[in-house]
């Protein structure tokens, strides 16, 4: 059975930071691309970062432009884990943050071509 769990979200302050964290079972966790998606209120799900193995437990690194240089994805293949460290929080990145799944270690920019998906995790920043 696939699972997901992501957990690590909160309310922070502007400026503040967060690491969110999504645990992954049920499959083969090195052979997949795994992506962190965000959806805001009245908005559509997009893609925030995301990571493709690229064998000897390297791998590949994309972050959508508003979090360069703030957000690192990384992922752990001794526990099947990815995580997502936020820094210098702003109001724009209020949402609920999603890990996400597709097998083949491509990653995609389109959420239709991940299989498996987390419960979400809500990230609020505000004063």
């Known amino acids: 059975q696939v699972q997901l769990v992501e957990s690590g979200g909160g309310l922070v302050q502007p400026g503040g930071s967060l690491r969110l964290s999504c645990a992954a079972s049920g499959f083969l966790f090195s052979t997949h691309a795994m992506s962190w998606y965000r959806q805001a209120p009245g908005g559509e799900r997009e893609l925030v970062a995301a990571?493709?193995?690229?064998?000897?437990?390297?791998?590949?690194?994309y972050y959508t432009d508003s979090v360069k240089g703030r957000f690192t994805i990384s992922r752990d293949y001794a526990k099947n884990a990815m995580s997502l460290e936020m820094n210098s929080l702003n109001t724009e990145d209020t949402a609920v943050y999603y890990c996400?799944?597709?097998?083949?270690?491509?990653?995609?920019?389109?959420?239709?071509?991940?299989?498996?998906w987390g419960q979400g995790t809500q990230v609020t920043v505000s004063s």
């Open positions: 996400a799944g597709r097998s083949t270690p491509i990653y995609s920019s389109s959420l239709y071509e991940y299989e498996y």
């Open positions: 990571t493709a193995p690229t064998g000897d437990n390297t791998y590949y690194v």
